[in-house]
């Protein structure tokens, strides 16, 4: 299977807050990210999250880590249209000199 | 204005031509990479490069190749031997986060 694993469609109405899951298998992961893809645009970096980190806030922005579960998330609060986009997560790995491995992408469709 | 730059937006290619890919930074940054996208997946590595005049294999770079002759560039080859090269193409650069170009769609006719 994938070594990072996104559920694949999130639907949510505007105002509400959205949660995209990922799981990683890696334990040396460093850094953990999240990118935004607009329809034929390349990837956005979002924000992300060192290891040793537990959350992390950026405005409307949250990312939660359990190292435990190897679980990474993002909620954005207050969705607008404008978010509906792909969200990729990606780790970077100890040892791999700053590549990173993706998720497939979570399709977000934010409804009026 | 920093960023990375990517020629063309759209590329088409006939069977059996090679066709190269552009991709510059104005970031400074040492390393680049080449992604490929196909529909409902990840982004594939492709080839990535640490310096100026080395480069290694991602993991499907059978039917592709690469340079890095100067810091800012980092153009791909598609080869003819790519069997199935109809995809878009994203070029990255890092120092400690990585940054994305705006992509190249390839279509194979």
């Known amino acids: 299977g994938e070594d990072v694993e996104q559920s694949l469609f999130l639907s949510v109405r505007e105002g509400d807050s959205s949660v995209i899951n990922c799981t990683y298998t890696?334990?040396?992961?460093?850094?953990l990210y999240w990118y935004k893809q607009e329809p034929g645009a390349g990837l956005q970096l979002l924000t992300y999250?060192?290891?040793?980190?537990d959350m992390k806030q950026d405005q409307r922005l949250t990312v939660l880590l359990n190292k435990k579960d190897k679980h990474l998330s993002l909620r954005i609060a207050d969705t607008q249209t404008g978010d509906s986009a792909i969200y990729f997560c990606?780790?970077?790995?100890?040892?791999?000199?700053?590549?990173?491995?993706f998720g497939q992408g979570t399709i977000l469709t934010v409804h009026p | 204005d920093g960023g990375i730059t990517q020629s063309p937006k759209y590329l088409f290619r006939k069977e059996g031509q090679n066709v190269t890919l552009s991709c510059e930074q104005n970031?400074?940054?040492?390393?680049m990479y080449w992604y490929r996208q196909d529909p409902g997946q990840g982004l594939r590595l492709i080839y990535y490069?640490?310096?100026?005049?080395?480069?290694q294999k991602g993991d499907i770079a059978e039917g592709y190749s690469v340079s890095r002759e100067k810091k800012e560039s980092f153009p791909l080859t598609v080869t003819s031997a790519q069997k199935n090269p109809t995809a878009f193409y994203l070029c990255?650069?890092?120092?400690?986060?990585?940054?994305f170009g705006p992509g190249t769609r390839l279509t194979v006719l």
């Open positions: 990255a650069s890092s120092s400690n986060e990585q940054f």
């Open positions: 890696d334990s040396s992961s460093t850094y």
């Open positions: 999250i060192f290891s040793n980190m």
């Open positions: 990606a780790e970077r790995r100890g040892t791999s000199y700053g590549k990173l491995t």
């Open positions: 970031l400074n940054h040492d390393a």
């Open positions: 490069s640490q310096i100026v005049n080395d480069f």
